[in-house]
């Protein structure tokens, strides 16, 4: 499954795209799809509402009660008129328990007019119930809403995950498409995404990043996740796409019954941050290509790079890596300069392996000729010398 950049305008960090056409090695069955299509009547689901069968506060969604009430007004008058309303469409979490994937602000205003009754009809089009509450409807008016079929897609428990991670994509059809990051967050609830979220409130990482990324559609998180994936599967094991490697790891670290794995990860990360501010300041996971550029924004496939190779290292490398930060500094933007496919690693095509492989590798011996005091050159584009002073 490709993962795509969704747009999130923000000048602190830098567009990337990460699609690949490289052949998804692991394709999924058909027969793995469970959707069901349970016959049902606006009734059925108001009685699931009222009896809290029904999930509002998922990970993935926007906040309920974004209508107004002129749009819930007309989606009530739309129900009484005998229209038929958009598909629902729900997660089977038990038999007791759907999450809702598409149909939030559908099932908020069903609730606020006729559950909780706080919604007063205002604005309709054609029938003339403005200031009616549902308490002051007739039991005639009351039949028809509740009797009113609706088209309702249930996806089964027990689905894979990587089936569900693209149902989830294809079938929310709401205003805002999900990032992946918060279609991960909510596939993946348990240890690997409360280990995420508590990553990504590390002061350090606040602090290395100034506190640029927003924390809002989860992209601080999307950071972290990117981190934790390589850092625990290593690049050298990745395969397209990118949002597959991470997903698997995030299954990965549901399945573990110990957390000492990832206690130590967190320790690196600390050391991984704290080595990064030392080293870049604020100019942390941001490309330069000349010493002289302005800041550029905050880039997610550097910051993979760093925080991975800076949370391996021994106590002794960093202390040679600090005694020879110049160095770095001036190697790694002499590379951004001089060694194009080494730069477009980190913005075109991430989520290639020639690329994941390209950006880790360079950085990786860049990192250790620096450590030893030595300036590198860069020879027709596609490799790394010792200069010769």
Not at 153 to 159: D, H, I, Q, R, T
Not at 166 to 175: C, E, H, Q, S, V
Not at 200 to 223: H, V
Not at 282 to 289: L, M, P, S, T, Y
Request: glycine share 4%; net charge negative.
């Amino acid at each position: 499954m490709e993962e795509k950049d969704i747009s999130i305008e923000n000048p602190e960090i830098d567009k990337e795209d990460v699609s690949s056409d490289e052949v998804i090695t692991q394709p999924f069955s058909p027969n793995d799809i469970k959707l069901s299509n349970p016959p049902m009547n606006l009734g059925d689901l108001i009685d699931m509402i009222t009896y809290g069968w029904v999930n509002f506060n998922t990970e993935y969604q926007r906040a309920d009660n974004l209508w107004s009430d002129k749009k819930q007004s007309r989606l009530i008058e739309s129900a009484l008129l005998g229209l038929r309303l958009p598909a629902f469409y729900f997660e089977e979490v038990n038999k007791r328990k759907w999450n809702i994937i598409d149909g939030l602000q559908r099932c908020s205003a069903i609730r606020n007019f006729c559950i909780d009754e706080t919604l007063i009809l205002s604005d309709l089009e054609f029938l003339n119930f403005n200031g009616k509450k549902y308490n002051e409807f007739a039991f005639d008016l009351k039949r028809d809403i509740r009797m009113l079929p609706i088209t309702v897609n249930v996806l089964s428990a027990g689905v894979p995950d990587e089936v569900k991670y693209i149902l989830f994509k294809r079938l929310n059809t709401g205003g805002i498409e999900l990032t992946p990051q918060e279609i991960r967050n909510a596939m993946f609830q348990g240890t690997a995404i409360d280990t995420v979220k508590k990553i990504s409130k590390e002061p350090l990482f606040i602090k290395a990043t100034e506190g640029k990324i927003p924390t809002n559609r989860k992209q601080d998180q999307d950071f972290v996740s990117r981190f934790i994936a390589f850092y625990m599967l290593g690049y050298e094991s990745y395969t397209p796409d990118l949002d597959d490697f991470i997903n698997k790891c995030m299954h990965n670290i549901n399945k573990m019954s110990s957390n000492k794995e990832i206690e130590q990860m967190i320790i690196d990360f600390q050391k991984a941050m704290s080595l990064s501010i030392s080293i870049f300041g604020n100019d942390a996971f941001r490309k330069r290509e000349n010493l002289n550029d302005n800041r550029k924004p905050l880039n997610k496939a550097y910051f993979e790079v760093i925080a991975v190779s800076f949370a391996r290292l021994k106590d002794q490398e960093i202390e040679f890596l600090l005694n020879n930060k110049e160095l770095l500094k001036k190697n790694l933007t002499k590379a951004m300069c001089e060694y194009k496919s080494y730069n477009n690693s980190f913005s075109g095509g991430t989520g290639k392996r020639e690329s994941v492989k390209k950006r880790f590798s360079v950085f990786s011996e860049i990192l250790n000729k620096s450590m030893n005091g030595i300036e590198i050159s860069i020879i027709d584009d596609n490799t790394i010398e010792d200069r010769k002073l």
